[in-house]
């Protein structure tokens, strides 16, 4: 992925990135807790975050922690407000893809800020 410019990839539609994530994490990898859903830890995941804050682009290279059917964990530099509208563009498993999603929550952390977003989809992409 290159990292001076943004790219232009479509985002996913919600089938795509449930298959796409289906794919990526094998059954009962996870043990039961209280998440509905199960979440891949990644050993290593690059994404590109994009959102406005205050009328201007922030747009920066950051690490993807985790992905799940319904959202990510990302590590970013600053805290991003709740309910900030963003887009991530990432490379994992070498597929470059791009998602949009919503901030649920941030917790600092060391070296900046552990941030859920909550996955939305384009309507009509199921």
């Not at 406005?52 to 747009?59: A, P, V």
């Amino acid at each position: 992925m290159k990292t001076s410019q943004p790219t232009q990839l479509r985002s996913l539609t919600r089938e795509q990135w449930v298959r796409f994530v289906s794919r990526q994490i094998p059954p009962d990898t996870n043990p039961p807790t209280r998440r509905s859903t199960q979440r891949r830890r990644l050993e290593y995941g690059i994404a590109r975050l994009s959102y406005k804050q205050e009328g201007r682009l922030i747009s920066y290279v950051t690490t993807l922690l985790e992905i799940s059917v319904t959202g990510l964990m990302i590590k970013t530099r600053r805290l991003v407000p709740g309910e900030t509208e963003l887009r991530v563009e990432m490379l994992v498993a070498e597929a470059p893809l791009a998602v949009v999603g919503t901030v649920i929550h941030s917790t600092q952390t060391v070296g900046g800020f552990k941030t859920g977003v909550r996955l939305t989809f384009p309507a009509g992409g199921r």
